[in-house]
């Protein structure tokens, strides 16, 4: 029994026994398992961290690629707004020399010829000319002839005549000049050129000189990479940098200079995302119409089209390949190899580029040799300032008044003045020698008078020339805007007219005692206007009295009507400024600006028609397509018929009375 007792037992204890070994495996396990999921765990960390990472690296060059593609359609315009003139209209009758005609063919790209064949070409013969115009002419409000005949006779045009049909015609338009550039902040100015334009020694320089794997590479050249790094451990200065056009290009339009890794590699993704977008053609134009070339005051020039006017007053494509390897030169630092600054080091970079052209066969070893011992023959850095900064002025406060300052910064459009530069051009001349003229007579020192000038075109209100300084090229203090003075004389006019708009009471024929008057002032002595010749007339009409411009019955009659009348009558005539209700301001006593009398006088002009002065005519896209443009809707301020009759006395003065200057100034003008 015992022993029996004894086997059960056993086996129950080994069943135990059996029972706790897999217990002690099962932990085992368990603690492997645990390892496992650890690793595991940490392996979808690291990979969601790296799927994140694809996903934030992706939406970034996605942002990049937008910009890239956005960017690269605003930036050649960006910050640049084109100024035209308006166009240049021969009539038969006007005055016009050959000289003047020539230089308006000539500033609108008119190339001179034997015999003319195709659009923009002219040719002459002593006092005959024939212009063939450009096909497409959207200046034009009405059909006009394409090519014509001029014939010149004693500084006027004797006729005009169709070339096509032999038949005379009236007038013949030459298109509107590009005249300027504007900017809101400093100015970034570019003169465009298209990629069939530029000579193709310049492609071959830029090339040699700043990219020569351009057409190889996808926006970034390792190849060209370990070159520069090479070259700089060399020290050889005959190799272009690391940097391909199309980097330099990314810079330019999209970043800043700073030299930080972050700025590198954001330059080099986007290069790699502007060719994956963009043709070579597309890039090298834009390259040359966006490269920093140099600075002038507030005035950075862009592109290799405005440098060759800059530098060489000429267009792009008849330069010499001496003056293209001198712009080309200017690529890696503007201001160190700036040809009106720095001539010696203009001349060493400007044979580097010749020499590096000719080792790589794009002209011969005696090319080169002779072009580098040609002379520099930039122009003046003081030739090349705004050419009309007076007009700019006044253009830039009318475009402020009619679209907003981020539409104007951002740029890509043509703006149409009304600006004549033929007639700025004259009235310039002629105001200089009337000041030198004054100064000479009255023994004055040279330059010591100043004054302005405006002139207008009544029907439209359009300012076609104004004048600010002596100096119409200086940028400074503009007189015709921001000098304001007594007026004078000049607001007789207004009382008069106040008067004859009561034609119950006052006609030209109605007289007025021209006496002694004292006009009692508060707290000061009394008031008693004289005469310019400190004489009285008895009584004068009204007519005579205005004529003469005689001060005591000009008094009299604005007391009559009532000086608060006056007041309005000048507002009405567009004078805005408020003024004060003395008497005296009959005499002109108000201080306004030469802008605000002659905005007074363009109402009179017209008929009592008000026009607010204007530069501006029309407003486009770079396409063409029309943004904004005037209409010629003046406002009748004033009884036409009481004008009409204020302008009989006005043409009189300039007859018999106190205007009559003006008949050896502007013979047989009324």
């Known amino acids: 029994m015992l022993t029996l007792k004894y086997r059960k037992r056993r086996p129950v204890q080994l069943a135990a026994s059996r029972k706790r070994a897999p217990s002690k495996r099962k932990k085992r396990v368990v603690k492997k398992k645990r390892g496992s999921s650890l690793l595991r765990t940490l392996f979808k960390f690291l990979l969601l961290l790296s799927f994140i990472a694809v996903c934030v690296f992706a939406l970034w060059v996605w942002s990049l690629n937008k910009t890239v593609v956005d960017g690269f359609a605003l930036s050649k315009d960006r910050g640049t707004v084109h100024m035209y003139s308006r166009s240049h209209e021969i009539k038969a009758g006007h005055p016009m020399s050959l000289d003047k005609l020539l230089q308006a063919l000539r500033n609108r790209g008119y190339q001179e010829v034997s015999k003319i064949g195709a659009p923009l070409q002219f040719a002459y013969q002593q006092q005959t000319v024939d212009i063939f115009a450009p096909a497409e002419r959207k200046w034009l ?31 013949f338009s030459l298109a509107p000049e590009l005249i300027g550039n504007l900017s809101d902040g400093p100015v970034q100015d570019r003169l465009e050129i298209k990629l069939h334009q530029a000579p193709p020694f ?21 190849i060209g990479i370990a070159r520069a790094l090479l070259t700089h451990v060399r020290r050889d200065v005959r190799r272009q940098g690391g940097s391909t056009i199309t980097q330099q290009l990314v810079k330019n339009i999209y970043l800043d200079s700073s030299r930080t890794l972050k700025r590198k590699l954001k330059e080099a993704v986007m290069a790699v995302l502007v060719e994956a977008n963009f043709s070579k053609a597309q890039i090298l134009e834009r390259y040359l119409n966006t490269i920093f070339l140099g600075q002038s005051g507030n005035r950075a020039i862009h592109g290799f ?96 008044e009619t679209f907003d300052p981020s539409f104007i910064s951002l740029g890509g459009w043509d703006v149409y003045t009304t600006l004549d530069a033929s007639i700025q051009q004259q009235a310039e001349s002629t105001f200089k020698k009337a000041l030198g003229a004054l100064e000479t007579e009255h023994k004055l020192d040279k330059n010591f008078l100043q004054g302005a000038m405006i002139i207008v075109e009544p029907q439209s209100g359009e300012i076609i020339a104004i004048i600010g300084d002596s100096n119409n090229q200086s940028a400074g203090f503009n007189r015709a805007l921001d000098a304001k003075r007594p007026v004078g004389s000049l607001i007789k006019p207004a009382v008069y007219l106040t008067a004859l708009q009561n034609p119950e009471r006052y006609a030209l024929t109605t007289r007025i005692v021209d006496a002694p008057i004292s006009i009692p002032v508060e707290n000061g002595e009394p008031w008693e206007p004289h005469n310019y010749d400190d004489a009285f007339h008895g009584a004068p009409s009204v007519y005579e009295a205005l004529a003469r411009s005689y001060n005591v019955p000009a008094v009299k009659v604005g007391l009559d009507v009532g000086i608060e009348s006056v007041l309005t009558t000048i507002k009405a005539l567009g004078i805005d400024t408020p003024l004060p209700a003395y008497p005296s301001i009959t005499l002109g006593s108000a201080n306004l600006s030469v802008l605000e009398m002659a905005q007074m006088y363009q109402t009179l002009a017209n008929r009592g028609k008000l026009q607010k002065l204007r530069t501006i005519k029309t407003v486009t896209r770079r396409s063409g397509a029309v943004i904004s443009q005037h209409k010629t809707q003046g406002q009748q301020m004033i009884n036409p018929a009481a004008v009409y009759l204020l302008q009989t006395v006005l043409q009189e003065a300039t007859r018999t009375g106190t205007g009559r200057a003006l008949q050896t100034l502007l013979p047989g003008v009324q």
């Open 202 to 222: 310049l492609l071959d320089a830029v090339l040699t000189m700043e990219d020569r794997r351009f057409t190889h590479h996808i926006g970034i050249d390792p």
């Open 141 to 171: 409000k009405q059909p006009q002839a394409q090519a014509v005949r001029i014939v010149l006779q004693e500084g006027a045009v004797q006729s005009l005549t169709d070339h096509r049909t032999g038949k005379a015609t009236q007038q």
């Open 305 to 400: 089209g405005l440098a060759a006017k800059f530098y060489f007053s000429r267009d792009i494509a008849k330069l010499n390949p001496a003056q293209i390897s001198t712009l080309v030169g200017l690529i890696p630092a503007p201001s160190k190899y700036n040809p009106q600054r720095h001539p010696q080091r203009a001349t060493e970079r400007r044979n580097l580029v010749l020499n590096t052209a000719s080792a790589n066969g794009f002209i011969s070893e005696a090319e080169a040799k002779l072009y580098g011992e040609k002379p520099l023959d930039v122009k003046s850095s003081q030739a090349q300032q705004e050419r009309y900064p007076v007009f700019t002025q006044l253009l830039n406060e009318q475009l402020g």
